[in-house]
């Protein structure tokens, strides 16, 4: 056996690994070993790769590995569990642009290619290009950094993106026709101009609220770049690795887009959010607002309490003030759930990763679906920091831009109690008629200093 | 082009797979999921250094090579460990 054909074992063996991971990946016991598992199996696959003959220059390749290895390091270990939705955003890109680079260095060293090769190169520049920077515009849309995180909308916006896309095209059938004309690289210059302005086009227009289909969606995109590479290389790994990743990001696109009631070409083309839908429903009721002597005599006579988490949790930091008020209850021996709702946060699970990081148990943390029909035995709900996620004009109003969206059905536990900042409207820009209930009592203001103040109300006992 | 037809295949079957397993893991661990793909991801180092290291060719494709290997990289070693910090803290009620 040849060391190549050894060295190509070493990658059926990283590939095996990678599956078993995402495998392990579907129970909380064992995700963690996944992890690892799949981890060894990339150190497997860079080192066989540093022993094929054909590399005889190391210098940039050890200077890459170990500038990468240090930022991932500090990525890794300084970003907080409420900024997850951000490094996401910001690894898909850094993806990108590594399949990016390779489509160009081995457009440098190879400038002879067939049609087919042409025209991987210059899908591979495309997705490498959209993923990185549409991922850095995400990125600074979710930190709120250089761009606000409201939709951006200007007139004849779908016919500039056209004319964008138009030219990608047109401009590849002649670069993959002649790849190696003297032109050629002017051509794919070009081609990743366009598509790095196509990047920022695609995620402008696009909500805070719909920020977590995007990231699954460039975190698909980021996988296909891979894909692409591995054409390029032909290489298998990359194409096994890469289609899997590209399979997680398109499943969890579309978990996103069902739990909002919304197609992709909606969430993509929509402005959702952006302008003033009119609603024809009133909004009966009043406010009732409370303080946290009375949130504390609800909660101290309820047997049955659910907390339902959203952004506003994560934007506040109150992860661990909600697991005090949760130990205070359990002492009291009241039954707390937790009840998140699919696109809660600004990533897919962004809630659960928060809870746990407080030291909640996975045990009390329910999904939607389960969570509804047990409604009416709920004696307080506590919502903290959500909003278009329980809001029931989702069920009720037709007119609304929130109509057929499954919702947590806080409405329906005997008490609600709304941890709130002010009055404002949620990401969907919707009034939501959950505030106006009978069975609804606001409690105002920041939700970490609520829940630090009823908890205080459970030591001293009143 | 055989070759191509041949890393298709591939493609088709992986995608394939992909579906199924990842459709198996709970809602609870898509935060950990996605940071471990973007760790997966990073399987583009390895294209990276095919890139870098080829002897003949010019200076600027090793050097844009190297680029790469250095952005997988952040991915490879920010994903892992980061997803591994977050597995870390899920845990089970111990009564």
């Known amino acids: 056996m040849t060391l190549e054909s050894l060295l190509n074992l070493v990658y059926i063996l990283s590939a095996i690994t990678f599956i078993l991971g995402f495998k392990l990946m579907s129970n909380p016991e064992s995700a963690r070993r996944g992890n690892i598992v799949s981890g060894i199996g990339m150190i497997a696959a860079i080192v066989a790769t540093l022993m094929f003959p054909e590399i005889v220059r190391y210098q940039f390749i050890v200077i890459g590995i170990i500038a990468g290895g240090a930022v991932g390091l500090l990525f890794a270990y300084r970003t907080p569990m409420t900024g997850m939705p951000q490094m996401v955003g910001l690894l898909n890109g850094f993806g990108g642009l590594a399949s990016l680079l390779v489509a160009w260095a081995e457009f440098i060293a190879h400038p002879e290619q067939t049609i087919f090769g042409g025209g991987i190169l210059w899908l591979a520049t495309l997705i490498g290009a959209v993923t990185f920077s549409g991922s850095i515009i995400a990125w600074a849309k979710l930190e709120e950094r250089f761009i606000s995180g409201k939709p951006i909308l200007y007139a004849g916006q779908k016919y500039v993106t056209l004319l964008v896309i138009a030219g990608i095209v047109g401009l590849g059938v002649l670069f993959a026709l002649d790849a190696g004309a003297s032109n050629a690289g002017g051509f794919l210059v070009i081609v990743t101009a366009l598509a790095l302005i196509l990047g920022i086009l695609v995620v402008i227009p696009i909500g805070g609220a719909d920020m977590p289909v995007v990231i699954c969606l460039l975190n698909s995109y980021s996988g296909m770049a891979a894909c692409a590479s591995g054409f390029i290389v032909q290489n298998n790994l990359l194409i096994v690795a890469g289609a899997l990743v590209g399979a997680s990001g398109i499943i969890l696109t579309l978990i996103m887009c069902k739990a909002m009631n919304r197609s992709v070409a909606n969430v993509f083309l929509g402005g959702f959010g952006s302008g003033a839908q009119a609603s024809t429903m009133e909004v009966v009721g009043e406010i009732k607002p409370v303080k946290s002597d009375e949130a504390y005599l609800m909660l101290e006579a309820a047997n049955s309490v659910l907390i339902v988490p959203g952004y506003g949790l994560a934007v506040s930091q109150a992860q661990h003030a909600v697991r005090e008020l949760l130990e205070a209850l359990e002492k009291n021996g009241t039954e707390v759930r937790f009840a998140i709702h699919p696109v809660a946060g600004r990533m897919p699970g962004h809630m659960n990763v928060l809870l746990a990081e407080a030291n909640i148990s996975y045990d009390a943390m329910v999904e939607m679906d389960a969570v509804n029909p047990t409604m009416e035995t709920v004696d307080v709900c506590m919502i903290i920091g959500a909003n278009d996620v329980v809001n029931p004009a989702a069920l009720e109003d037709k007119a609304s831009p929130l109509w057929g969206m499954p919702i947590i059905e806080a409405h329906r536990a005997r008490t609600v109690i709304v941890m709130k900042r002010s009055m404002g409207k949620g990401f969907a820009g919707v009034e939501n008629p959950l505030f106006f209930r009978n069975n609804t009592r606001m409690l105002f203001g920041d939700a970490k200093a609520s829940l630090q103040a009823l908890v205080n109300e459970f030591k001293t006992g009143h | ?95």
């Open chain 2, 1 to 95: 082009m055989e070759v191509l037809i041949f890393l298709l295949f591939i493609l088709v079957l992986a995608i394939f797979l992909g579906f199924e397993i990842i459709s198996k893991v709970p809602s609870l661990l898509h935060t950990p999921l996605m940071s471990g793909s973007n760790a997966i991801s990073g399987i583009t180092v390895v294209g990276s250094i095919l890139a870098a290291g080829l002897g003949q060719g010019e200076d600027l494709a090793a050097m844009l090579g190297g680029a790469a290997v250095g952005f997988a990289m952040i991915n490879v070693v920010g994903g892992y460990f980061v997803t591994d910090r977050m597995l870390h803290m899920f845990k089970k009620k111990s009564k």
